[in-house]
Structures are given as C-alpha cells and as structure tokens.
C-alpha cells in the first residue's frame, strides 16, 4: 500500500476524478476545495485550518487564474496557493498545470519541488484525443449542416490539429490544412494542404474553420472574407488567434473552446493527469514510497 499523502486542492470535474484514480492506486488522498463529496474514502478539508497533518504532495489544477490564485469553481471562495504552505511536508512535491513563474519561483524558493505536469509530453498527447472529440461535438451542436460532406479547414497541424484533422476526415468531412511549414506531411496523410501566406485565397470556401495556431491569425482581412454560415473553432489558448469581437460583428458563428478535456470527457482527463502524477512521482521519488 502506498503511504504518500496527496492533498487536491481546487479544480473542476477532472480534479475529482484524478483525486478518485490517485486513492485507487494506493494514495492517502484528500481534497480542499475540490468537488470529490461523492467518495467517502477522500478526506474532506474544508480550511487549512481544519488539519495538523501535512502533505506530501500538494495536487493543483490547470491554473488557468492569476499568478497564486487556484481555480475553485465548486467552492465558494478564492484559494491563494500561498494558503497550502502550512500543510507540505519539508522537501514536498508541489504538481499542477500551466504554472506560472511566480508561482514556480515562490515555492521552489520555500525548498519544495514544483513540477509542471502539463510539460509532459505523455498528458499533452492523452489529452489531444478528448480535445479533437470536444471539437467535432461543437461542431454537431453549432453548424445546421452535417459535419459528413463538409469542408474543414485545420489552421496549424501539430500534435492537437493531426489528431483533430483524422478525426473529422474519420466522420467523412473534406478536410483542408494551413500552416507556416512548407514540408509535405499533411498531404502523405491524405490531406489537401496550403500555406498560411495563402489563407485569403481559400478560407471563403470552408464551412467550418478550426484553428489551433496560438497567435493572431484569423483578423479582419481574413474574416472579411469568411461566410457568414461558417463556424469558427478556436482551439488556441488565450487570447487564442481570433479576432472575436471582429468576428460577432460580422455575425460569425465563432467559439473560443477552452478547457475542452475538462468539459467534455472530464473522467478520461481525470484519469490521464492521476497517471500523469503516479509517474512523475515514481521518477521524482523513485520507488521508495512505502513509507509509514
């Protein structure tokens, strides 16, 4: 059985369910500010006050807020990460998502280890498939015409837009890329391909756009040209590569899909980071965690 304590702080959907994986896998879990009520085997902490008990490894979400503050979205205040400093152990392992700087220089100067564990390569590829599954269900959801016979175009193709592209080629849609490269890699996997500097000569002809590019990259010269009909996925994270507000007032059926594991297959996702953390604690702490 295995001794570490992990405390899950904050987070959505998916912070439950890795919270859930993390204790079938042997880990003494408990949760603070994170919707895990249904499992009456996760020790629940209302404050940092409620416990005398420290952690060995404190469990963030996708920091998708400010510098230090921990998205609580089912629990009805904010959460300072500096509020978790009391409950780590000496030495302890601080694991979350999309750190930023502060936060990284603030604890790594308290002497704990802070790990990043969307820089893994293992979850950023997991987590493609929900993200392109995400996408074709907007799709069905926001166009009247059937994704099957339609014509998709794909801006950037590196490891979301490949698994998106075979996807909705899978469903039958004529799907199209655009990128920077000029190497022939989209067209050996069956797809039409263009470069970037070429958008304004194609984009009018795509019923659904889908850009994956984290850079501006879809403003008014091009949406000009967009029809009207069309919808617009942006897959990009903040502040993503659309110019929305050029967008809606064109009437621009337009949608800013953020988070998209977390919405639309949140216990898949739950269940790639829990891996995610077992394995970055297995190499951080190698096998010496039976400890009492």
């Known amino acids: 059985m295995c001794r570490y304590s992990i405390l899950a702080v904050g987070g959505d959907l998916r912070q439950a369910y890795a919270a ?7 880990y003494n879990v408990y949760a603070y500010a994170t919707p895990c009520r249904t499992n009456e085997n996760i020790k629940i902490i209302n404050s940092p006050n409620d416990t005398d008990k420290k952690f060995d490894i404190i469990f963030l979400p996708m920091m998708m807020g400010q510098d230090m503050e921990i998205p609580t979205p089912f629990f009805p205040k904010v959460v300072d990460a500096k509020e978790l ?11 979350g998502g999309m750190f930023k700087i502060p936060l990284i220089e603030h604890f790594s100067a308290l002497g ?13 590829l997991k987590n493609c498939i929900p993200t392109a599954e995400g996408a074709l269900q907007i799709a069905l959801e926001r166009t009247p015409f059937t994704v099957r016979d339609s ?35 989209a067209e050996i996997l069956g797809f039409e391909r ?13 019923d659904i756009i889908i850009n994956t590019i984290p850079a501006p990259v879809l403003l008014p010269p091009q949406l000009i040209l ?6 617009i996925i942006d897959l990009a994270s903040k502040p993503g590569g659309v110019d929305f507000e050029f967008a809606k007032e064109r009437g621009i059926n337009t949608v800013h899909a953020l988070s998209i594991p977390g919405k639309t297959a949140p216990m898949t996702a739950g269940k790639y980071i829990a891996q ?14 039976d400890r009492p």
């Not at 704990?112 to 950023?124: A, G, H, K, M, Q």
């Not at 996807?167 to 890699?185: T, W």
């Open 112 to 124: 704990f280890d802070v790990y990043d564990y969307f820089r893994r390569e293992e979850l950023i």
């Open 276 to 289: 995610t953390i077992h394995n970055i604690i297995l190499a951080k702490r190698g096998d010496k965690h």
């Open 194 to 206: 263009f470069n970037i500097s070429e958008l304004s000569k194609h984009i009018q002809d795509f």
């Open 226 to 231: 967009v029809n009207c009909n069309s919808l």
């Open 151 to 185: 014509k998709v175009l794909i801006m950037g193709f590196g490891r979301v837009a490949k698994v998106t592209a075979m996807l909705f080629k899978a469903v039958g849609a004529d799907v199209s890329v655009c990128d920077r490269k000029n190497d022939s890699f």
């Open 85 to 95: 400093e009391p409950l780590a152990e000496k030495n302890a392992l601080i694991c």
């Open 20 to 26: 859930n994986e993390l204790y079938k896998m042997g």
